[in-house]
């Protein structure tokens, strides 16, 4: 492949014909309805925090690792797949008895995918259960359901690859 730089262009041939990647994330969590799936741009939330103690010793005070404190993990702009929020949304009532008073804690698998759709990273949240659900949209013309975010707390996080 050749590849040409224009002097006057901001822009390179190279850069044109070969646009930056587009990612966006796959997620799947089960619920009593079945498994969902989501298409989300944005996730935060995947990270922790040492909580620490002091210890007197002969040396002074040593800080000591007391437990790990992890964040809300937040799923933002997702869309239902066609095929599973039809049985979620059919009763909003068991929607929320379901998703916020039963507190049913799954665990939630994220896939960082490229434009290819091959995964590139993933993780598992264990233990989740939703504390926030905001839904944005719901169109029947296009069969879309738009989540405006979803925030779980959860007890563990892996690197999966």
């Known amino acids: 492949m050749k590849i040409i730089y224009m002097s006057n262009s901001t822009k390179s041939y190279h850069q044109e014909s070969h646009p930056l990647l587009q990612y966006q994330f796959l997620i799947k969590y089960t619920s009593k309805k079945g498994e969902v799936v989501l298409n989300a741009q944005s996730v935060s939330g995947l990270g922790f925090s040492m909580e620490q103690e002091g210890v007197d010793s002969t040396n002074g005070i040593l800080r000591v690792p007391k437990g790990i404190q992890y964040e809300k993990l937040k799923i933002e702009k997702a869309l239902f797949s066609e095929t599973n929020y039809k ?75």
């Open 87 to 161: 049985g979620l949304l059919k009763d909003p009532y068991e929607l929320f008895r379901n998703m916020y008073i039963q507190r049913d804690k799954s665990d939630v698998y994220i896939y960082l995918r490229n434009s290819l759709m091959d995964i590139q990273q993933s993780w598992v949240v264990k233990g989740a259960y939703p504390v926030s659900w905001k839904i944005s949209d719901l169109n029947s013309r296009s069969s879309e359901v738009i989540i405006t975010s979803i925030e779980f707390d959860y007890y563990k996080l892996i690197r999966v690859k």
